[in-house]
């Protein structure tokens, strides 16, 4: 039954293995479940628990939640606990610059639906949840989506909606957690992982929704197809949420090992530098940015990664410190503060980079940041802290120069408009840099 | 099998008898919390550790086992 | 007869001063847990003394029940000391004196095992010490008239007004403690304003 599927699908597809997008419908046209059948057909049961398994780790999936970590480990290492699973599929993105997770809910609930009931049924789950941020229009969207499905009778098991504070930790696999229990979505410490024991005690698969939307898919058409495009060692597509230096962007899907000068355009929007990953990424000099492909082996060794697929370039008549501290300041208040080191060395570390990059320059003020980081990193509950020294080490490599003009009391940049987005709940502290 | 301090940072509040009680492996940072040693505790120092991690108003110190 | 008195008022002796460092333990306690200092002794001091006279309040508590039952003027049997309101003897004054022992007992044990217990199990069974102070009070005041004219009562309530205006410490340090959510920011406006000191 399943060979006949993916025979016809094969021989279909390997005409089409190549065009992009997969994830993403036709652009301005959210997938409705009439639209979704007729292109996918329905979900693709495999008829019992670990049978998806082998084919996902044949197709190479790893998690679009940032960490890049083997899907098929995880479903394993779930599916091999004592106790029933749980799965939540996790579109709460809590980073301010990526859209994609929201992008995807809106135009493909179904493939990511689909993806949730996989999931499911691979480690042997009796309870879904999908956590999603507080959006009243897309909440609404995914219940009136689930609901079709329940009447399609497409669901086997029944999803139960978790709403999401606005917190960039919100999607954090232990806060995550602990909202979907019922309580506040505050980091826990770990051990026990939350595969091991999660949503009350049992083991429970935390997946973002993008891999359960590309689970659904090669759950139709197969490795091959799933590898036909991206790297060897990083196969498939991914979302990416793109800023030009003009300002234009957006959500669009990529293959893995596209130049990111490419997808910046950074020969027509020249860049001072660009952000990859998030607010928990890192900078590129545009040397550094010209040469490289969006994947994790081009990125790690300079020190950063793919993780959500955030990519920002800086106008060049911007302050890479100036916008770099706004980042800093958000990263700090929404620490949760139940951990001493980063309840105490955020906020230091986020006034005295303010500092600095409002041009008051304190003599001790470089050793102050060093000293802080090493004393935040990997002392907290979660990697909050470390994500955080991450990015302000960075801004302080690419951005040397400009923080020595800076301590002499200048600034290279043109225009102090705010550049990377912040949420308006936290205050922005703009007029600070008149 | 080794034996290794380890802290809940989220209990832990500050109180600070740790690194009274066991200095060799426990100093505290500039804002009064623990930073612990990640070498194995040897064991002569052994019941020094345990008595940090009794000791620990807030529970917050354990002794783990790890190869 | 002169043994039976004796051990008569070695019970009523050693309750007095079982009341007395049931207060002084309660008040160590709560200085624990505001991280209070003694002056020129370390930290672990202070929670070392709240754990050595609790255990010497337990030697105290043990001589005092043990006079009371094996003197014979009044029949309190030894089922007493675990089970409340089964002696014969002023049933209701004795039996929040058990009350009392079994909460504490829970306290005690719980604590000589508290780094083989779930941190939020030990804290639970803690609590219940704020509850067994009060009872060990009345069972003081209600089970022998000692405590209640003199040097004895004027005793009495000096060691509780001790206790109970340190609760209100720390009842009013939890008040004024910010609510986490809050920490953050607030660190946040101090260090803004303090520049790049500490």
């Not at chain 1, 609901?147 to 960039?168: K, M, N, S, Y």
């Not at chain 3, 007395?20 to 160590?28: D, P, T």
């Not at chain 3, 083989?116 to 209600?142: C, F, I």
Request: aromatic fraction near 6%; proline fraction near 7%; charge should be positive.
């Amino acid at each position: 039954m399943t060979a006949s599927i993916r025979d016809t699908a094969t021989g279909r597809a390997t005409a089409d293995a190549t065009r992009l997008p997969r994830l993403l419908p036709a652009p301005g046209q959210p997938m409705e479940l009439p639209a979704h059948l007729k292109v996918h057909g329905p979900t693709p049961y495999r008829g019992g628990p670990r049978l998806l398994i082998h084919t996902i780790e044949s197709a190479g999936l790893t998690g679009r939640g940032g960490a890049a970590f083997p899907t098929h480990r995880k479903l394993t290492a779930v599916a091999d606990q004592k106790g029933v699973p749980v799965v939540v599929g996790n579109g709460a993105e809590g980073e301010p610059a990526s859209d994609k997770d929201k992008m995807l809910l809106w135009s493909s609930p179904h493939l990511v639906l689909d993806g949730l009931q996989l999931a499911a049924e691979a480690v042997g789950a009796r309870r879904v949840h999908l956590y999603v941020h507080r959006h009243p229009e897309l909440l609404q969207r995914l219940r009136s989506a689930l609901a079709e499905r329940a009447t399609a009778g497409l669901d086997r098991i029944a999803v139960g909606v978790v709403t999401a504070p606005h917190r960039f930790l919100a999607g954090e696999e232990s806060a995550l957690s602990s909202r979907v229990e019922g309580g506040a979505a505050l980091p826990r410490i770990t051990p026990p992982r939350i595969f091991e024991r999660g949503v009350h005690g049992a083991p429970t698969l935390v997946q973002n929704v993008e891999t359960l939307a590309h689970m659904a898919l090669i759950s139709r058409y197969g490795p091959a197809w799933f590898r036909a495009v991206g790297t060897e060692q990083e196969p498939g597509t991914m979302l990416t949420t793109v800023r030009l230096a003009n300002g234009s962007g957006g959500v669009s899907e990529t293959a893995i090992g596209t130049p990111i000068a490419e997808l910046l355009s950074l020969a027509e929007h020249p860049a001072r530098a660009v952000l990859v990953g998030g607010y928990h990424g890192a900078w590129l000099t545009p040397e550094q940015a010209g040469h490289l492909t969006l994947s994790n082996a081009d990125l790690r060794p300079f020190g950063a990664a793919v993780g959500a697929g955030v990519l920002v370039a800086l106008p060049t008549d911007r302050c890479g410190i100036v916008e770099s501290a706004r980042v800093v300041r958000y990263l700090a208040l929404e620490s949760a503060g139940q951990c001493g080191p980063c309840l105490n060395g955020l906020p230091r570390i986020a006034a005295t980079f303010s500092q600095l990059a409002n041009r008051q320059f304190a003599r001790s003020a470089l050793d102050d940041l060093q000293r802080w980081s090493t004393l935040v990193e990997r002392r907290g509950a979660c990697h909050h802290p470390d994500g955080t020294v991450r990015f302000l080490r960075s801004a302080l490599s690419v951005f040397s120069d400009e923080v020595e003009l800076h301590a002499a009391g200048r600034c290279s940049a043109g225009n102090t408009a705010p550049f990377l987005p912040i949420p308006t709940a936290t205050p922005s502290y703009e007029e600070e840099w008149s | 099998m080794d034996e290794r301090l380890r802290v809940n940072p989220i209990l832990c509040c500050g109180h600070g008898l740790c690194a009274e009680l066991f200095p060799e492996h426990i100093t505290l940072d500039e804002w009064g919390y623990p930073i612990l040693s990640d070498q194995p505790v040897p064991r002569g120092l052994s019941k020094l550790a345990r008595r940090a991690v009794t000791d620990c108003p807030a529970l917050a110190l354990a002794l783990v086992r790890d190869s | 007869m002169i043994t039976g008195t004796a051990l008569w008022y070695a019970s009523r002796a050693t309750g007095v001063v079982s009341l007395v460092l049931f207060s002084l333990v309660a008040i160590l306690g709560i200085m624990v847990n505001r991280q209070g200092r003694l002056p020129g002794l370390p930290r672990f001091a202070v929670t070392g003394l709240h754990r050595s006279l609790s255990l010497l309040t337990v030697a105290f508590l043990g001589i005092h029940i043990t006079t009371a039952i094996a003197d014979g003027y009044v029949h309190i049997p030894w089922l007493s000391t675990i089970a409340p309101f089964t002696s014969g003897y002023e049933r209701f004054w004795i039996g929040l004196g058990t009350v009392a022992v079994d909460l504490v007992g829970a306290v005690i044990v719980t604590s000589l095992l508290r780094d083989r217990l779930a941190p939020a199990v030990w804290r639970a069974v803690h609590w219940l010490s704020y509850l067994s102070y009060p009872v060990a009070v009345v069972h003081s005041l209600g089970a022998s008239k000692d405590l209640r004219s003199g040097w004895l009562l004027a005793l009495t309530m000096g060691t509780v007004f001790a206790v109970f205006a340190a609760i209100g410490y720390r009842v009013n340090g939890a008040l004024a403690a910010v609510p986490r959510p809050h920490r953050v920011s607030r660190q946040l406006v101090q260090a803004d304003k303090t520049g790049s000191l500490r």
